[in-house]
């Protein structure tokens, strides 16, 4: 690889700095994220799920059958745990329903790319990671619309008095036009052109860091009076939802029977969402509620910075199974 390739990949690798910086700056001066008009969000999420489909091929597909157990297990925590960790946090931190809608969207999503990043940094299982984010991001056309309908549904009744209507069909299409389609052309365009598609993935990576980054600081900056008059609950809220779907999704994969290294992709999976995207949806969706787009980009800060964390708590104490792979290729335990 040539080294212009590995410096950009570096400079995606270190997406928690660039996140936490532009979140900063755009909370500290917001004149530096508010040039970003809210109409490029579509685009720029496009942008991120054309990367991730750059870097398949339709031969990717196929761990799903030879790793059946772990990719069902890590899928059905991500639609499981979340989405009702979602609706529990939002009722046990008594949010407004703005924040409500905006945590349950987050915890609705799919796993967000970062997740990979995250995954390959902690010596996990990167080819499951993958998988995942690429089966939960598929779903998400069906999953992420219903789930947010019933749970919205079902929590506003107690905070208006009555179900809110949430338009499915709109999150459906949505959804479909702003995952399914940049993935599918991604990964045609890979399988078709893989040669010209070689040459510029290395680029990919920094290019969704950067839409993600925008994105966040985008919303922080147009916010910014809000979340700093009123942000601490839901920032709380938001960092407990993050903290116990890295948790949960450790635990149940674990006693699933898991191995150690599976445990660990899964419960970064589960505990990573695609905050962006719901971002876009609380904006498209439900203009009704303005702030509703607040948790989504308080979300994407949080994950990245808790999921850097565990990433160096994995180096830190690297998997037995890695271990045993390192000790028989004859690599020093040690290796950093």
């Known amino acids: 690889m040539r080294k212009i390739d590995k410096f950009f990949l570096a400079l995606a690798g270190a997406f928690p700095a660039w996140v936490l910086g532009g979140a900063a700056l755009a909370l500290w001066e917001p004149a530096t994220a508010t040039w970003f008009r809210p109409g490029w969000i579509p685009l720029f999420l496009g942008i991120i799920m054309l990367s991730m489909g750059l870097t398949l091929d339709f031969q990717d597909f196929r761990r799903v059958l030879e790793t059946p157990k772990s990719v069902f297990l890590g899928v059905g925590l991500q639609y499981l745990v979340m989405p009702f960790l979602g609706f529990a946090v939002s009722k046990a931190f008594n949010l407004p329903m703005d924040y409500v809608i905006g945590l349950i969207l987050v915890g609705c999503a799919p796993g967000g790319t970062a997740s990979n990043v995250v995954c390959f940094i902690a010596r996990a299982n990167v080819p499951l990671s993958v998988t995942l984010t690429t089966c939960s991001t598929l779903l998400a056309v069906v999953m992420t619309p219903l789930l947010t309908s019933l749970l919205v549904q079902s929590i506003s009744r107690s905070l208006l008095g009555e179900a809110l209507q949430v338009n ?3 999150l459906l299409v949505d959804t479909f036009q702003v995952v399914i389609v940049p993935v599918t052309a991604g990964t045609v365009l890979n399988h078709y052109f893989h040669r010209w ?3 510029i993935e ?11 980054v925008f994105i966040v600081d985008y919303i922080l900056a147009a916010k910014r009076q809000e979340i700093l008059s009123g942000g601490g609950v839901l920032i709380a809220a938001v960092l407990t939802l993050h903290a116990m779907g890295f948790l949960l999704g450790y635990v149940l994969a674990r006693v699933s029977f898991a191995n ?4 660990r992709t899964i419960s970064v999976e589960v505990g990573m969402q695609n905050s962006g995207l719901a971002t876009e949806l609380a904006r498209s969706n439900f203009p009704a509620f303005a702030l509703a787009t607040v948790p989504g980009a308080i979300s994407a800060l949080t994950h990245c910075i808790l999921g850097s964390l565990i990433a160096g708590l994995c180096r830190l104490c690297p998997a037995k199974d890695v271990l045993q792979e390192s000790l028989k290729l004859g690599e020093p335990e040690s290796a950093g």
């Not at 290395?202 to 993600?212: M, R, T």
């Not at 150690?260 to 445990?263: H, K, L, T």
């Open 168 to 170: 499915t069909w709109g």
């Open 197 to 199: 598609v070689k040459k």
């Open 260 to 263: 150690e290294q599976d445990a």
């Open 202 to 212: 290395p680029y990919a990576p920094l290019l969704a860091v950067l839409s993600i």
